[in-house]
């Protein structure tokens, strides 16, 4: 929010503050939904608007995808304070993308069907934009930096010195 808000509160359009945060959703995993939330004062952080938009924030963050979809979906009241944000709906499916990327080499197509509130062509033409192939039943992601086990080697250098003491007080017990 404008700094101009925080210091001329009379001057608060309250529609604007509703489309940050609505905007804000769309770029999840960053910070930008919190910080935009720690600058509302407490009446407008009180608002029905706001703990609605709070409550999509709290579903995408915990990765709940299919509930966030039925949550959207279930009022009206949600599709208007997302209204202004065009593409908002695409974006959020971007956003659930990048995570099913960042986490899976292979999911299950029906799950990834819900995770996206899609079905048929739209669906295909998901998959087509992030290069993943259907494959019996389940869509390959393949591999990638953020979704590849990797071996990590930790070596530790202990020295006979230190391991005498971890002994010697091993007996005193």
Request: aromatic share 10%; net charge negative.
């Amino acid at each position: 929010m404008p700094p101009r808000y925080q210091f001329n509160p009379h001057l608060t359009n309250e529609n604007t503050i509703y489309n940050i945060l609505a905007k804000a959703l769309t770029a999840i995993p960053e910070p930008d939904f919190n910080l935009s939330l720690y600058l509302l004062d407490e009446k407008i952080a009180g608002s029905e608007e706001v703990i609605r938009l709070t409550t999509l924030q709290q579903l995408l963050e915990q990765s709940r995808y299919k509930m966030f979809w039925e949550t959207y979906l279930s009022s009206p009241k949600y599709k208007d304070l997302t209204s202004e944000v065009k593409g908002f709906e695409d974006a959020i499916r971007r956003v659930i993308g990048r995570v099913v990327a960042m986490t899976y080499q292979k999911i299950e197509e029906s799950v990834l069907k819900g995770y996206l509130n899609l079905d048929g062509e739209a669906f295909a033409g998901f998959l087509h934009m992030y290069g993943w192939k259907k494959e019996n039943g389940s869509v390959l992601i393949g591999t990638n930096k953020m979704n590849e086990a990797t071996s990590v080697v930790i070596r530790e250098a202990l020295k006979f010195e230190q391991l005498t003491k971890v002994i010697g007080y091993s007996n005193e017990m």
